[in-house]
T-cell receptor, first 113, second 113 residues
Framework: QQQVKQSPQSLIVQKGGIPIINCAYENTAFDYFPWYQQFPGKGPALLIAIRPDVSEKKEGRFTISFNKSAKQFSLHIMDSQPGDSATYFCAASGSGNTGKLIFGQGTTLQVKP | SAVISQKPSRDICQRGTSLTIQCQVDSQVTMMFWYRQQPGQSLTLIATANQGSEATYESGFVIDKFPISRPNLTFSTLTVSNMSPEDSSIYLC??????????FGPGTRLLVL
């Protein structure tokens, strides 16, 4: 019940495309859902986060869509660029698990020029 | 956002030895965490470093193997004891600011021969 399932494992898109990464969770006590971006040799960087009281949040080219009834959320990257090539992790936490972040398995994104 | 530094950034160690990793934050934070990221894998929480008390370890991690210190609100250390090649990983320090936002350090890349 503590798992967060992320798909796909890897993704290749052309520049300008809209990659979509999906995550699903089981624990209804989760109430905070961040996305992290990690470049090789670096630590994960917080990209964008959402709480379940909204269905969508947009920051620049990054959008989170949230479906509370389905217990799913996804990251969309608009007008993707080669510089977006990185590994993306979704995560979830809630007051029920002392706020610890549970991470998805990660998605390696390659944006071709 | 918090600025987090880790030392060393990388190391190559012999099996049976121990390595202490330092994490320094530029502001006082209540909660600090240590994660392990095995090659090509997601992040796994090792423990929560509690200031003034013993760390809280996750299932599968024990104090004898990963002793943690948290002497104040800006500093923590993680020791990887009696290392084996299976301990080769990236070790990441993380801090929480505010209610839920969590930031990560750059990581320590450990190779055990």
């Amino acid at each position: 019940q503590q798992q967060v399932k992320q798909s796909p494992q890897s993704l290749i898109v052309q520049k300008g495309g809209i990659p979509i990464i999906n995550c699903a969770y089981e624990n209804t006590a989760f109430d905070y859902f961040p996305w992290y971006q990690q470049f090789p040799g670096k630590g994960p960087a917080l990209l964008i986060a959402i709480r379940p009281d909204v269905s969508e949040k947009k920051e620049g080219r990054f959008t989170i869509s949230f479906n509370k009834s389905a217990k799913q959320f996804s990251l969309h990257i608009m007008d993707s660029q080669p510089g977006d090539s990185a590994t993306y992790f979704c995560a979830a936490s809630g007051s029920g698990n002392t706020g610890k972040l549970i991470f998805g398995q990660g998605t390696t994104l390659q944006v071709k020029p | 956002s918090a600025v987090i530094s880790q030392k060393p950034s990388r190391d190559i160690c012999q099996r049976g030895t121990s390595l202490t990793i330092q994490c320094q934050v530029d502001s006082q934070v209540t909660m600090m965490f240590w994660y392990r990221q095995q090659p090509g894998q997601s992040l796994t929480l090792i423990a929560t470093a509690n200031q003034g008390s013993e760390a809280t370890y996750e299932s599968g991690f024990v104090i004898d193997k990963f002793p943690i210190s948290r002497p104040n609100l800006t500093f923590s250390t993680l020791t990887v004891s009696n290392m084996s090649p299976e301990d080769s990983s990236i070790y990441l320090c993380s801090v929480r600011q505010g209610q839920e936002t969590q930031y990560f350090g750059p990581g320590t890349r450990l190779l055990v021969l």
